[in-house]
Nanobody, 115 residues
Framework: QVQLVESGGGLVQAGGSLLLSCAASETIFASNPMGWYRQAPGKQRELVARRRGGRDPDYADSVRGRFTISRDNAKNTVYLQMNRLKPEDTAVYYC?????????WGQGTQVTVSS
């Protein structure tokens, strides 16, 4: 069973930056998706960014141009560089991957952006 361990969340002022990291406990094939979702209080979990194989990354419209996802397949790690953060980016951020049809989630890391 794949375990995902996130790190890098915290409190930052609007306009600031944070780097989230997520390391998988097992090899994740490059063709399998790895990415980030977020859930704000009272809202549904939503896709933030993901990478799948050699395809261009997918981004939510609200973060495109501010966030960058990258993936190190040798380390089974995915990163999310978040720049020009806004208060509306405040949420719990979850790492995600899928293997053999099974979805795996990290425990979540809190990102809070103060105005």
């Amino acid at each position: 069973q794949v375990q995902l361990v996130e790190s890098g969340g915290g409190l930052v002022q609007a306009g600031g930056s944070l780097l989230l990291s997520c390391a998988a406990s097992e090899t994740i094939f490059a063709s399998n998706p790895m990415g980030w979702y977020r859930q704000a209080p009272g809202k549904q979990r939503e896709l933030v960014a993901r990478r799948r194989g050699g395809r261009d990354p997918d981004y939510a419209d609200s973060v495109r141009g501010r966030f960058t996802i990258s993936r190190d397949n040798a380390k089974n790690t995915v990163y999310l560089q978040m720049n020009r953060l806004k208060p509306e980016d405040t949420a719990v951020y979850y790492c995600h991957t899928r293997d053999s049809g099974i979805d795996y989630w990290g425990q979540g890391t809190q990102v809070t952006v103060s105005s």
